[in-house]
């Protein structure tokens, strides 16, 4: 199997803090990681598409200076929340795909932010 | 461009009995095609995926899937479901000779009543 770590998964912010998670591919190389953030009772909504070494792709409507995407390695990806406000309380998921694999992504098992 | 409907928002299913969880598609070439089921504040685990080969594909936790071209579905199965089998479900679809980023759908609930 692959093994995708995700941390932390749950937080508790005050309103103006910035929180960094942390995505960590564990068995295997990951070239492109994947943050989807997920609202109660609903489906995955795909933010940004994380390639090792070069800028995130943020899907429309995200803000890139508020989800600030790191991919500096190619086990490790971060998603930090800048001055985090409680409407970015939410449960976040990332996922990767290993490389030259046929395209099942192997997910994270999420982190809860609440933003009091 | 590729995309994939659950039309079901929830399926109910008494312990024991066989169920169901939908799942169309729709992309320009072939299609990989993949399920997930998703735990209460968990991440996805990935259940079983669609290549090539035989239609009926079988994956984790005693689930299997048949590959319909000609109805463009992937449903989900399984013989006799069990009460924690209750979770959220989702179908993903990426196009071979597209983005390789697959597209999920909306997530189908299914509950199993003891």
């Known amino acids: 199997g692959a093994v995708v770590s995700q941390h932390p998964s749950r937080v508790i912010c005050k309103s103006g803090t910035s929180v960094k998670i942390e995505c960590r591919s564990l068995?295997?190389?990951?070239?492109?990681m994947f943050w989807y953030r997920q609202f109660p009772k609903q489906s995955l909504m795909l933010m940004a598409t994380?390639?090792?070494?070069?800028?995130?792709?943020?899907e429309q409507g995200v803000e890139k200076d508020k989800f600030l995407i790191n991919h500096a390695s190619l086990t490790l990806s971060t998603l930090t929340v800048t001055s985090a406000h409680p409407e970015d309380s939410s449960f976040y998921i990332c996922?990767?795909?290993?490389?030259?694999?046929?395209?099942?992504?192997?997910f994270g098992e999420g982190s809860r932010l609440t933003v009091l | 461009a590729q995309s994939v409907a659950q039309p079901e928002d929830q399926v109910n299913v008494a312990e024991g009995n066989p169920l169901t969880v939908k799942c169309t598609y729709s992309v320009s070439g072939n299609p990989y095609l993949f399920w997930y089921v998703q735990y209460p504040n968990r991440g996805l685990q990935f259940l079983l995926k669609y290549i090539t080969g035989d239609n009926l594909v079988k994956g984790s936790y005693g689930f299997e899937a048949e590959f319909n071209k000609s109805q463009t579905s992937f449903h989900l199965k399984k013989p006799s479901a069990l009460v924690s089998d209750s979770a959220l479900y989702f179908c993903?679809?990426?196009?071979?000779?597209?983005?390789?980023?697959?597209?999920f759908g909306r997530g189908t609930s299914l509950i199993v009543h003891p």
């Open positions: 068995d295997f190389q990951a070239t492109t």
């Open positions: 994380s390639n090792e070494g070069s800028k995130a792709t943020y």
């Open positions: 996922s990767a795909i290993k490389t030259g694999d046929t395209g099942e992504l192997f």
């Open positions: 993903a679809v990426r196009d071979m000779g597209g983005s390789y980023i697959p597209t």
